[in-house]
Each structure stands twice: as C-alpha cells, then as structure tokens.
C-alpha cells in the first residue's frame, strides 16, 4: 500500500499523519492529545505550567487510552531574577490597568512561573520515557541533552530563522520546528532578538531546507490542507498547527478566548511581550493596544506574568476579554471559515477535503495536491479565502 511519499517525520517520530498538534500551555489537554494520537498524528503536552505531578497523571491517562506515540514539550529559557527597580518600573506600567479593575498593584499575590528544563524534569522525563520532547527557546544543557538521547527519546526543538536551525541540528536535534512569524503564542527565538526582525513561514522554510539535513515540521499560520500543501512543497516533512486545534472541543479554554477567535480577523493579532516579557503573538485587546504591544519596561521572560495575572483573571471575571491573554495565529480566521463549511473538519488529527477524510494510508499528499489542482481546474478560482476559495478544499 502506498504512503505519503515523505516519511521522514513518520519514521522519525513513529506516527501514522505528519500533523502534529502544537503544545499550547494553558489550553491543550489529555482530551485533545488522545484525539489527536487516536487519529494518527502526535498529540502533545505543554510542561511549563505544570507541576511534574500533572504531568504524569495526564500521561498516565494518556496512555491508559493509547499505546500511540505522544510528545512533552518544555521550555529551555534562562532566568533571570529582576531588581527591585526592575519591578517597580513593571509596577508603575501597569498601575493605569490595576486601577481601571479596582486592584492593588501592591498586594499581589505569587504564582506559578513557566521554569525551564532542569536537572529534575530531565529525571522525570527518563522516568516517563515519552517518545518525543520538543523544547521552546533553544534546548537544554549539553549533558542532559545527551541524557534524553540516551533513553532513545526523540528530540524537537523551535527554531525561527537560518541560524537557530542550524544550532538546533549541531546541538543533536532530531528535527526542527521552523516557526513562521504567523505562528500564535510565543515566538521560540533563541539567538535572534529582534521581534521585528522574523521571517515568514513561506520565506523562511525553504531557505532552511536549502541547509539543514535533518527533518523539518512547519509551523505558524496553517490552518487547512492548502497550507498542509504548501509546507511540504517548500521543504517540510510535517506540520505542527497550533492555533487550529484551539477551535477544538477539547482545548480548554475559556468561552471568551473561543469567542474573540471566532471573530478575529487576519490583522487582529500582534506581537506583543506584555504578557510575560516575551514577543508572542496574541489578540489585540484592549490591554495591548493602550500597552503599545512591546514595551521595555516589562520584565524579563518569565517574571512579567505575575504581575499581570490578577488582571487577567480579573478581566475574565468581569466577563470582558479587555486583559485576557489570547494567544493566538494569524490564520485563525481560516479555521473559522472551514470550519463553518466543513472542510477541514473539528477532529484532531484529521485532514478533511471536502467531507471526504483523507485516506492517510495513501499517498496522502500525492492526493492531497491532486484533488487541490483538479478541484481548481473545475471550478473558478476565487481569492477571497472566506469564498469559494475555502470552499475548495
Ligand atoms: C495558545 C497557544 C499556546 C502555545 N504554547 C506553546 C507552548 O507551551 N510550547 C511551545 O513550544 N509552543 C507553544 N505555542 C506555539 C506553537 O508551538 C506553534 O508554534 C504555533 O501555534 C504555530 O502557529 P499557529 O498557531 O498559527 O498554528 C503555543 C501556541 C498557542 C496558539
């Protein structure tokens, strides 16, 4: 029986669909993970916000439910503790937003912080032995790279340009994530520092297949087949797709988020670091906006966040999504006009065409590109991605 003619992320990774859902802290889930391994592609889990604990009651239900390969995902940041200074500045940016929600900026209370890969996740990861880690903002220390290598754990790594390609590929990455600058939530840089300064997915793809040996996943700004199309034609062997699966039933996340997703549009999101100090793409709302989307004066990733939570979940509560954090993709619009006309359906994992599920045991891109071109050839194409453009996959 024929294949997708690429199988490298296949025969890598171990799955049967070269979709991978994202990571998403603080909206993906068991539910969506298993639905998603369940229909051949490779579910994940964001760590940075959870507690080793959580981490292993959700892959042991994971795995009472499917012998399928999954992925955990971690951040690999540096921390750097703010002065006092540092966080009076914070404080003062933030007084007009505390004010306007009747809090104290002063009595805050402390939160969790997204931590990076330590010496102790690397432990509970050898113990749990997942198929796949995928890290976000470079990877960890050598040595504990070489740990991860060593249990035969395949390793995935963000990179958003040339260069931190090819790091990730002499640092014993088994795969690239190329991240496009379309891509919903934070952006994965770790030798760049210019926001302003990302490239596109469609720029910055091939110029990474042109040099990088080992297997590259496309992510940022895909949404439906046609992007699915385009990421293998420039060079990738996957695709990771983030903001789609937030559309799904089993992202949790609440019913204001899914609603300001449902209405954004292609330019409703920006880069902004007012959230936890880092660029990452999200909604503009009311607090990016008036907050200028990037701002020096938010503290260093992760220490921002805390002192813009109370905001955020007293925005939430006055059922206003003016502070809420709304990671999300450029192409969020898509998944919104395919959804509504069934074309690539609400199941994870799954790539629709039409009603017609795509036979993945198949050629799968082969069809894919065929039924794209053929579809085009017999109805008139038509620009407009909300028209009958969407209409044709
Ligand atoms: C809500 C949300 C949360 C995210 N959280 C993480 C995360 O915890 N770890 C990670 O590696 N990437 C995270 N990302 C980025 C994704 O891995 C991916 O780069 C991005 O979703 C791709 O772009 P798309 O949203 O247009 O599909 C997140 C993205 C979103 C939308």
Redesign the pocket.
């Given at each position: 029986m024929q294949q997708w003619r690429n199988r490298r992320i296949l025969d890598l990774l171990g799955m049967e669909t070269p979709i991978i859902q994202?990571?998403?802290?603080?909206?993906d889930s068991v539910r969506l993970a298993l639905a998603v391994c369940k229909a051949g592609g490779l579910g994940s889990f964001?760590c940075?916000l959870k507690s080793l604990d959580e981490v292993r009651a959700s892959v042991q239900k994971l795995r009472e439910a499917t012998d399928r390969p999954f992925n955990l995902?971690f951040?690999c940041h540096v921390m750097q503790a703010p002065s006092q200074a540092d966080i009076e500045r914070w404080r003062d940016f933030l007084r007009p937003f505390y004010v306007r929600w009747g809090l104290d900026p002063e009595t805050v209370p402390p939160s969790r912080l997204r931590m990076p890969f330590d010496k102790e996740a690397c432990r509970f990861v050898e113990e749990i032995r997942p198929p796949v880690v995928?890290f976000?903002f470079g990877l960890p220390a050598p040595a504990l790279v070489d740990r991860l290598k060593n249990r035969n754990i395949r390793i995935l790594s963000?990179a958003t340009s040339v260069a931190e390609a090819k790091w990730l590929e002499e640092h014993g990455c088994d795969a690239v994530?190329v991240?496009g600058v379309?891509?919903?939530?934070?952006r994965?840089m770790f030798l760049e520092k210019d926001p302003a300064r990302q490239a596109g997915l469609f720029a910055l793809l091939p110029q990474v297949a042109d040099q990088v040996k080992i297997p590259l996943i496309a992510?940022?700004?895909?949404?439906d087949a046609r992007g699915i199309v385009a990421a293998f034609a420039l060079g990738a062997s996957g695709v990771?797709?983030?903001?789609?699966y937030?559309f799904c039933p089993e992202a949790e996340i609440p019913p204001l988020y899914r609603k300001a997703l449902e209405e954004v549009s292609e330019s409703g999101t920006a880069l902004t670091n007012l959230f936890s100090g880092r660029p990452a793409r999200a909604i503009v709302n009311r607090y990016v906006e008036e907050g200028g989307l990037m701002s020096d004066a938010a503290l260093p990733f992760p220490y921002a966040a805390t002192l813009v939570l109370p905001l955020r979940n007293a925005s939430e509560r006055a059922n206003s999504n003016d502070c809420m954090q709304l990671?999300?993709?450029?192409?969020a619009q898509l998944r919104r006009f395919s959804n509504s006309r069934g074309v690539l359906r609400g199941v994870p994992g799954g790539v629709f065409l039409g009603k017609r599920p795509l036979n993945v045991r198949g050629s799968a891109l082969h069809q894919l590109e065929n039924r794209y071109s053929q579809t085009r050839r017999r109805r008139k194409f038509h620009p407009n991605p909300g028209g009958q453009h969407a209409g044709l996959l």
């Open positions: 994202a990571p998403m802290a603080g909206a964001a940075a995902n951040f995928s976000h963000t994530i991240q379309e891509a919903g939530g934070h994965g992510t940022g700004g895909i949404a990771q797709m983030g903001t789609a937030l990671w999300a993709g450029q192409a």
